[in-house]
């Protein structure tokens, strides 16, 4: 079955950095587009990045723009997200998510939740002030 299993997370203080991996089995990885995704309690889960499926095309969401890189290696099947500056609003559970890409396009991704056919479980990304 489809697996994504993400890594990475942890406790980092204000202004460091955390790097995230997120690696897929089960299926064809280069034909998903990937996203990260996070939440906080009580809140909706939110875009935070997406890439394409050659990793030619990428999306931020504002408030990680110029901090965030999203970043892919098919030949491992994993994404990654490399996080830099964080902040404290930046704690939330990160996840990573496949988007199955149903035609020729090598510049798609999506940056709705629901567009996402596979989830990961999630990692915990804690930035103290």
């Known amino acids: 079955q489809v697996q994504l299993v993400e890594s990475g997370g942890g406790l980092v203080q204000a202004g460091g950095s955390l790097r995230l991996s997120c690696a897929a089995s089960g299926l064809t990885f280069s034909t998903y587009a990937m996203g990260w995704f996070r939440q906080t309690p009580g809140k909706e889960r939110e875009f935070v990045a997406a890439i394409s499926v050659s990793g030619g095309s990428t999306y931020y969401a504002h408030s990680v723009k110029g901090r965030f890189t999203i970043s892919r290696d098919n030949a491992k099947n994993s994404v990654y997200l490399q996080m830099n500056s964080l902040k404290p609003e930046d704690t939330a559970v990160y996840y990573c998510?496949?988007?199955?890409?149903?035609?020729?396009?090598?510049?798609?991704?999506?940056?709705?939740?629901?567009?996402?056919?596979?989830w990961g479980q999630g990692t915990q990304v804690t930035v103290s002030s």
């Open positions: 998510a496949a988007d199955l890409v149903r035609f020729s396009s090598g510049t798609y991704y999506s940056t709705t939740k629901n567009a996402y056919d596979y």
